[in-house]
């Protein structure tokens, strides 16, 4: 089945550790993006990427970083520098990053938590 | 500086009844706005999405509608049932910058 994949589902950090949360997609899409939900907030935007090696800022990309490697894979790192990063981290891709406006397909999400 | 709002962060509904879910923006400049559906610990999943050069889509039970001099969209589900239980988010997509902006989102209650 196609899809994206994030992993782990919960993860837990101690204060002033880097950690790196997990997205893969097999649907072959050439944009993927990362977004962070906080309880009675809407999806912001952290990072994205329209194509292989190339990424940008999105809206609240202070304390994280992204790369691009590979199509299907887009890891975030959340720093030691991002100072409240507790919050549901959602991953998505769409077709072209470039064309339009096709749906996002979503990862399950990521749930982070501080020790 | 929320582009994006949606101003009622619940909703609950009879079975068989019409939801109606609402969104506002303030960016002219969005070329598309979208519909997501989401439930408990997964992701959103797409539901549906309209030009604005169009002021109507219409998919099964799910409508939306595109009042672009008021900013405002909305999403109609007739007949609602129990399994649309979930939040809804609309998302505005802006061509400049590839972005979508999401709202806060909606929670939908069907109450059977």
């Known amino acids: 089945d196609g899809g994206i994949t994030q992993s782990p589902k919960y993860l837990f950090r101690k204060e002033g550790q880097n950690v790196t949360l997990s997205c893969e997609q097999n649907?072959?899409?050439?944009?993927m993006y990362w977004y962070r939900q906080d309880p009675g907030q809407g999806l912001r935007l952290i990072y994205y990427?329209?194509?292989?090696?190339?990424?940008q800022k999105g809206d609240i990309a202070e304390g994280y970083s992204v790369s691009r490697e590979k199509k299907e894979s887009f890891p975030l790192t959340v720093t030691s520098a991002q100072k409240n990063p507790t919050a549901f981290y959602l991953c998505?891709?769409?077709?072209?990053?470039?064309?339009?406006?096709?749906?996002?397909?979503f990862g399950d999400g990521t749930r982070l938590s501080i020790l | 500086d929320q582009q994006v709002k949606q101003n009622s962060p619940s909703l609950s509904v009879q079975e068989g009844r019409i939801s109606i879910l609402n969104c506002d923006y303030t960016n002219s400049m969005f070329d598309y706005f979208l519909w997501y559906k989401k439930y408990p610990a997964e992701g959103p999943t797409f539901l549906i999405s309209?030009?604005?050069?169009?002021d109507k889509n219409e998919d099964g039970r799910f409508t939306v509608f595109l009042n672009k001099s008021a900013k405002h969209l909305s999403l109609h589900i007739v007949p609602s049932q129990p399994g649309d239980s979930a939040v809804y988010f609309c998302?505005?997509?802006?061509?400049?910058?590839?972005?979508?902006?999401f709202g806060t989102g909606t929670r939908l209650k069907v109450l059977a």
């Open positions: 998302a505005a997509f802006h061509s400049g910058t590839y972005k979508y902006i």
């Open positions: 649907l072959n899409h050439d944009a």
């Open positions: 990427s329209q194509i292989v090696n190339d990424f």
């Open positions: 998505a891709s769409s077709i072209d990053g470039t064309g339009g406006h096709q749906p996002q397909h």
């Open positions: 309209i030009s604005s050069i169009k």
